[in-house]
């Protein structure tokens, strides 16, 4: 599965912001796919993921209720929807997929985008 991410930025806090995640090779529908980020001196951390099949969503409890996730499976795409940013949100955001279900250690990586949230 190749992944390809885009839509990272610079927002203020409390404003939005939407990430993309495209999805391609054979069986894309066989993976669950997810975003992850990583703040500077931080490890890298589960943010939110989605399994393309059965649309079982789950939620790091630091986004719950401001970020939500979804796919538009005719495009391969998952989209990360991301409201009342805060400060605290700054980091790289990486998309992942896993076979079926997502584990703290995907398979497979897609590059970095920015997020940079001012206060």
């Known amino acids: 599965v190749q992944l390809q991410a885009s839509g990272g930025g610079l927002v203020q806090a409390g404003g939005s912001l939407r990430l993309s995640c495209a999805a391609s090779?054979?069986?894309?529908?066989?993976?669950?796919l997810g975003w992850f980020r990583q703040a500077p001196g931080k490890e890298r951390e589960f943010v939110a993921s989605?399994?393309?099949?059965?649309?079982?969503?789950q939620y790091a409890d630091s986004v719950k209720g401001r970020f939500a996730i979804s796919r538009d499976s005719a495009k391969n795409t998952v989209y990360l929807q991301m409201n009342s940013l805060k400060p605290e949100d700054t980091a790289v955001y990486y998309c992942?997929?896993?076979?079926?279900?997502?584990?703290?250690?995907?398979?497979?990586w897609g590059q970095g985008t920015q997020v940079t949230v001012s206060s």
């Open positions: 992942a997929a896993d076979l079926l279900v997502m584990s703290t250690r995907p398979g497979y």
């Open positions: 090779g054979r069986t894309v529908s066989s993976y669950a």
């Open positions: 989605i399994r393309w099949g059965a649309d079982s969503i």
